[in-house]
């Protein structure tokens, strides 16, 4: 069974740190994977990856796939209050390509 | 429009009551996602549209959910006798031609509460 499966669950930083949130991934037939961010009900779109190796930035924002471990990081840089979000994995399975979700990385930034 | 939209964005009901939640997608976006976001849960997959046609049902919890799309525009998914435990935010994506490489847009949502 396809399955996606993100740490840390949730994380509490200051601004101006650091972050780096996981996901981890097991699926027939990977073709790409999906971040997005959610902050009250839309999850908007961040990043699709679909090659190892290749870095994705937009900003203080920035991941990474691995495929042969199977797992892809999404990097935040000087973090601002305005991040604080959930972070969700995401990757499309089956014929009809539906994403399966991670539960996702509840991030707060506090000031 | 220029994204995905959703109504109501919130709806109260009682138990056992039908509900209809609609989903206008982006133009020219000829798949159309349903998902669920329960509390504690991550988002679940519902329904799959190519045009007016679903070919993926697999994520319908029951047979009291149904939607349909007509005009390979605007989806309704129908909830009929609604229980406590249908209680989420249901989310729509649209995405180009439902490929894995086209990204999936999302909508507001729509939260339902069942009292």
């Known amino acids: 069974e396809d399955k996606v499966v993100q740490s840390p669950l949730s994380l509490v930083v200051h601004e101006g740190d650091t972050v780096t949130l996981n996901c981890s991934y097991e699926v027939t037939n990977f073709r790409s994977l999906l971040w997005y961010k959610q902050e009250k009900k839309a999850p908007t779109f961040l990043f699709m990856l679909t090659s190892s190796g290749i870095e994705k930035k937009s900003g203080r924002l920035s991941s990474i796939l691995d495929k042969k471990e199977l797992f892809s990081i999404l990097n935040i840089t000087a973090t601002q209050t305005g991040d604080s979000a959930i972070y969700l994995c995401a990757v499309p399975g089956g014929a009809t390509n539906k994403l399966i979700f991670g539960t996702g990385t509840l991030l707060a930034v506090q000031p | 429009g220029a994204g995905v939209s959703q109504s109501p964005s919130n709806k109260v009901t009682e138990k056992g009551k039908d509900v209809e939640l609609r989903c206008d997608p982006i133009?020219?976006?000829?798949?159309l996602y349903w998902y669920r976001q329960s509390l504690g849960q991550g988002l679940e997959f519902l329904i799959y549209f190519q045009g007016n046609s679903a070919p993926d049902k697999s994520g319908l919890p029951s047979d009291r959910f149904s939607a349909e799309r007509t005009g390979g525009s605007v989806s309704t998914l129908t909830i009929q006798r609604t229980q406590q435990e249908d209680s989420a935010v249901y989310l729509c994506a649209s995405s180009f031609t439902g490929g894995p490489y086209n990204e999936q847009f999302f909508g507001p949502g729509t939260r339902l509460t069942v009292l």
């Open positions: 133009s020219g976006h000829t798949a």
